[in-house]
């Protein structure tokens, strides 16, 4: 069931990179017919965002710092209960096979999906990508996302050149995903 999978976590503050990056790999993916799926661990209580708020979360409103921390917390209650990211993070492997790519801030969340993929022999590759440019917020998801950057596998340092970037992704395509 698991023969094709492969989890790799993305991780870094805030316009750090993540999202291009991770374009980057499904690019790269394509162009080799390989499976990928982009998942992060808080897409759930964005959608849940909607219903509670009657409005979408956008990185652009002038309440994103409060929106921040209202998904962070939330996430972590539903998660301090149901264990809501960790269920979805099986589920996720059980149905797409291939490439996984997982947004995940929080250290303790990304040692359980580690511990997950070993038990299940599913390769699984941290990097955290760092950028000068990238921004900082009070949420506990943000602000401690960078505090254990010496256990990645990989780390991208991303200058902000967006051909360097996809270059740097290219290449950890070609060493880990062929």
């Not at 849940?48 to 209650?77: C, H, M, V, W």
Request: hydrophobic letters at 30%; proline letters at 3%; one cysteine or more.
């Amino acid at each position: 069931m698991h023969d094709n999978n492969i989890v790799i976590i993305i991780n870094g503050k805030p316009q750090s990179g993540k999202d291009t990056f991770c374009k980057y790999i499904e690019e790269w993916c394509e162009q080799k017919e390989k499976d990928c799926t982009i998942w992060s661990t808080i897409d759930f209580e964005k959608e849940l965002f909607i219903d509670i708020t009657g409005r979408e979360y956008s990185p652009n409103s002038k309440t994103i710092e409060y929106d921040r921390a209202f998904l962070s917390e939330f996430k972590q209650l539903l998660n301090k209960y149901y264990d809501t990211t960790y269920e979805s993070f099986i589920n996720l492997i059980d149905f797409y096979p291939g490439v996984l790519l997982v947004h995940s801030r929080e250290w303790d969340e990304i040692l359980n999906f580690g511990i997950y993929c070993e038990e299940n022999n599913i390769p699984f590759i941290t990097i955290y990508i760092a950028n000068p440019n990238e921004k900082e917020y009070c949420n506990n998801s943000d602000k401690n996302c960078g505090k254990n950057i010496e256990k990645y596998d990989i780390i991208i340092h991303n200058d902000g050149k967006l051909e360097d970037l996809q270059r740097k992704a290219y290449e950890f395509c070609e060493q880990r995903l062929l």
